[in-house]
């Protein structure tokens, strides 16, 4: 499995941006699918935001289409996730997580996903 670790969460105002960052050990990511997802207290994990092994394919969750968006840097082991004009309804504990690459079920469906992240908290006040 590959160890993944998530950084760039904390504190923003309504309207704010943040980059989480997803690094990659213990294998190359350019083996791996990557996903985002977050979990509020008392709600069930959800899916935010997938993209390929080679990034040529991106989804997203309706609620943060337009203003999410999901990208790798294979070279850097490094997956991303530019969060644009935050709402309180974002916060959450945001986990990356990584599957192998030629998996092509339900990119949004967390079950899939072999390896996951610790977490980064993104709070955002009004």
């Known amino acids: 499995q590959v160890q993944l670790a998530e950084s760039g969460g904390g504190l923003v105002q309504v309207g704010g941006s943040l980059r989480l960052s997803c690094a990659a050990s213990?294998?190359?990511?350019?083996?791996?699918?990557v996903g985002w997802f977050r979990q509020a207290p008392g709600k069930e994990r959800e899916f935010v935001a997938g993209?390929?092994?080679?990034?040529?394919?991106?989804e997203y969750a309706d609620s943060v289409k337009g203003r999410f968006v999901v990208s790798r840097d294979n070279a850097e082991n490094t997956a991303y996730l530019r969060m644009n004009n935050l709402g309180p309804e974002d916060t959450a504990v945001y986990y990356c997580a990584a599957r192998d690459y030629k998996d092509y079920s339900d990119r949004s469906n967390p079950g899939t996903y072999d390896s996951w992240g610790q977490g980064t908290q993104v709070t955002v006040s009004s």
């Open positions: 213990g294998h190359t990511l350019t083996n791996f699918a």
């Open positions: 993209i390929s092994w080679s990034g040529s394919i991106k």
